[in-house]
Structures are given as structure tokens and as C-alpha cells.
């Protein structure tokens, strides 16, 4: 397996034999993109490669769900959502219930069986998936379900309330235009659910959010506005690491990932001399002992040279 032009978002999973599989989104256009993916033996060597999705458009980021599948988001205007199996025993399935829009990522909150999904546009909303049916493991159908778009009540911060979307597949009206109420966002980024709060980026505003599913309370954790010189620009994919502290990639800025915790900003890493890519797909192996991401393309700015890299912890 040649591994895949233009990089981006990604996860990883545990394997049955110690091991673990990192999965990566290729954004290339006109059914050019996919999904590949490195397996990895318990002792982190690299023992396989393979691609669990082929011919699709954009894939940007996406997201992991608790049945160890990869969910990966096309990101333009038709873009749908496809659920992998990282293990390649099963076919993609392409998921139509979760709407149709310019997709970047998504989250399902393990508490009450929801997903949330982000729209990269400047007048982009935020997106919930309820499934009406549940599997014997209670896992939520992706066929069978609502999405809504969410409002906030005060504005840009505070309580939110859920609107039913009329027409998910968008066959007359662009999913952030059908229900007036609902809030925009200033092009939604990477998404991630931690311990009940749901927490997003956006990147015309670069601004980190959270979501409390447990209260309904939308806050702002980070604004670069409020920084004369921010640490962290450019926001994009996120992940959270053993410490509960926020990861999150930049999209240019200064090529960095940044550690977001409370009372403290500081960057993780940098990437030297490849200033026209981006930071993409940030993922702790399941041990905590790597972590994975892309730059997505390369020194040269071209997809083709896209890099994916891995770094030694303790972190």
C-alpha cells in the first residue's frame, strides 16, 4: 500500500493482540480521497498497510466511535459521511441519516449516545444526530435517526436548544439554511467528547468551545482575539491527552500542537520548514506511548508529499 496523498484527520484503535491501528483521511478531490491505514504489533512496529476507503471526495477530518469504527467526513458541499472498519474486515457503509453538507468532523458522546458534527463553512452550524433505535449493545443506529442544528439562546454563549433539520440530504436547501434559528459558526473545525463536554474549533474566530451535554451550555475556552501575540492561531483538529488537557493542531500558525489546560497555553511541538501545509489528525496510541499526526502537505506544499509522523511519549 503507497500511502495516501494530502493526510488529515484520524484516530486509533486498540487490536485484539496488544497492537493498535492508525487510520488517516486522504483530502483529495473529485473521488480521489479515502482512507488508509497502519497496523501496528504490541511492540509498535508497522507490520501492515491498506486502505479501508476508496473514491471519495475531500475526506477531511471525521471521528472514532466506541464500536471501534472510523467515522470520515467529505468536506464540500454534497459531502456525506462514510463508517470504516479500521480492521478491514467489512465494507464502508456511507451513513445519509448524518446529513449532507461540508462536513469536517465528528464525535459521538459515549454517555448519551449522541453525535455531534461540525460544518467548515463561515456561516456553518452545529449539528446533532439522535438514532430512534439502538443495537443489542446499545450502540445507536446511523440509518434510523434525527439531526438537528443548534441555536443559542444569548447569542454566542449559553444555553442551547436543538431544531429538527426539515430535509437532512439537503435536496432544496443547504442544511445551515433551513432553520432560521440556528446559530452560526465561523467554520467549524475538529471535534472531540471528554468526560460529558463536547469541545470544537472553529477557525475564522480561532476559538475553542464547549458544549456541557449535561447542562446544555455552550462556553468559550479559548479566543486568540484576547492574546496580543496567541500561542495558538490557525485551530483545527483537537484531541485530549491522559491529563484531560485540550491538543489542538494548527492550521498554518506556526505549525504547531498546542496544549490548551487551564491557566496554561503552550505548544508540544513544532514542524521546521514546511510553513504552506497544515497540522492534521493528532492521536494518542491507545497505551498513550505515541502519538500520531500528519503535516498534510509537506515542505513542498504539494498533497503528494504529505508526512505522517510519529513521536515516542511518555507524554
Request: aromatic share 10%; proline share 6%; glycine share 10%.
Amino acid at each position: 500500500y503507497r500511502w495516501h496523498a494530502a493526510p488529515d484527520g484520524g484516530a486509533t484503535f486498540a487490536t485484539p493482540d496488544g497492537g493498535w491501528i492508525y487510520v488517516s483521511n486522504s483530502e483529495l478531490d473529485k473521488q480521489q480521497g479515502g482512507v488508509g491505514a497502519l497496523r501496528f504489533d504490541r511492540q509498535s512496529e508497522c507490520i501492515d498497510a491498506y486502505a479501508i476507503l476508496t473514491n471519495t471526495t475531500r475526506n477531511c477530518a471525521g471521528g472514532h466511535t466506541p464500536w471501534q469504527t472510523w467515522l470520515s467526513c467529505e468536506e464540500y458541499d454534497r459531502g456525506q459521511v462514510w463508517e470504516c472498519d479500521p480492521f478491514n474486515q467489512q465494507p464502508p457503509r456511507l451513513r445519509p441519516a448524518l446529513g449532507t453538507f461540508n462536513h469536517e468532523a465528528v464525535a459521538v458522546d459515549t454517555l448519551h449516545k449522541q453525535l455531534y458534527l461540525t460544518e467548515d463553512k463561515p456561516d456553518g452550524c452545529l449539528y446533532r444526530y439522535t438514532a430512534n433505535r439502538y443495537d443489542a449493545a446499545g450502540n445507536p443506529d446511523l440509518d434510523d435517526g434525527v439531526l438537528e442544528v443548534a441555536e443559542v439562546m444569548d447569542g454566542r454563549i449559553g444555553a442551547v436548544r436543538w431544531h429538527p433539520l426539515p430535509d437532512p440530504q439537503a435536496m432544496h436547501t443547504p442544511t445551515r439554511h433551513q432553520v432560521d434559528r440556528g446559530t452560526r459558526f465561523d467554520g467549524g473545525e475538529g471535534i472531540w467528547f471528554h468526560e460529558g463536554m463536547i469541545y470544537f474549533t472553529t477557525k475564522g474566530d480561532d476559538r475553542i468551545w464547549s458544549y456541557d451535554t449535561r447542562s446544555k451550555m455552550l462556553a468559550i475556552v479559548y479566543n486568540a482575539a484576547l492574546y496580543l501575540r496567541p500561542v495558538l492561531s490557525g485551530v483545527d483538529n483537537i484531541t485530549v491527552n491522559a491529563a484531560c488537557e485540550l491538543l489542538v493542531a494548527e492550521d498554518n500558525g506556526d505549525m504547531q500542537i498546542v496544549i490548551v489546560a487551564p491557566g496554561a497555553i503552550r505548544p508540544l511541538l513544532q514542524v521546521v520548514g514546511q510553513d504552506r501545509s497544515e497540522i492534521t489528525g493528532p492521536a494518542f496510541s491507545p497505551d498513550g506511548s505515541r502519538l500520531y499526526f500528519s503535516s498534510q502537505r509537506g515542505a513542498s506544499g504539494k498533497p503528494e508529499d504529505g508526512v505522517t509522523y510519529e513521536i515516542t511519549g511518555p507524554f
